[in-house]
């Protein structure tokens, strides 16, 4: 599967989103949530972002989430890929500087596609000028 395929998929649960818009994870779901994607906001520390109800973890989502988009460092990546499998979501998407190979193998063994080290937004502006 490609990226551009991946960015087909809607419904965006944003790990580790900030409500400080320097931070990436604030930009980025804010970035995507204006072109057109649900972001679900998840952070055990929030109950509001940007006016949506924001989740302490994966499985308190009602909703179905495709793609769950991990602000967070390596070595928490872990618990959540066990929370993307359990929850089946398609995609688990670590974005720059975060790569947790493990975490990867668990989730594709899982039938889960995995993109490590890459930022959703960049991506999706290359493929806009394509």
């Not at 072109?35 to 972002?49: D, E, S």
């Not at 070595?75 to 998407?93: G, L, Q, R």
């Amino acid at each position: 599967m490609t990226i551009g395929t991946i960015l087909d998929y809607r419904n965006i649960a944003v790990v580790g989103i900030s409500d400080d818009p320097e931070r990436p994870s604030h930009y980025v779901a804010g970035f995507l949530a204006a072109h057109g994607y649900n972001i679900i906001p998840v952070n055990p520390k929030l109950t509001i972002w940007e006016g949506k109800k924001c989740y302490p973890d994966l499985p308190s989502i009602p909703e179905k989430v495709d793609v769950v988009d991990i602000f967070r460092r390596p070595e928490a990546v872990p618990p959540i890929v066990d929370e993307a499998i359990a929850i089946k979501a398609k995609v688990v998407w670590m974005q720059e500087g975060i790569v947790n190979e493990e975490a990867a193998a668990k989730a594709r063994a899982a039938g889960i596609e995995v993109v490590m080290d890459k930022c959703m937004m960049k991506e999706y502006k290359k493929l806009l000028s394509h």
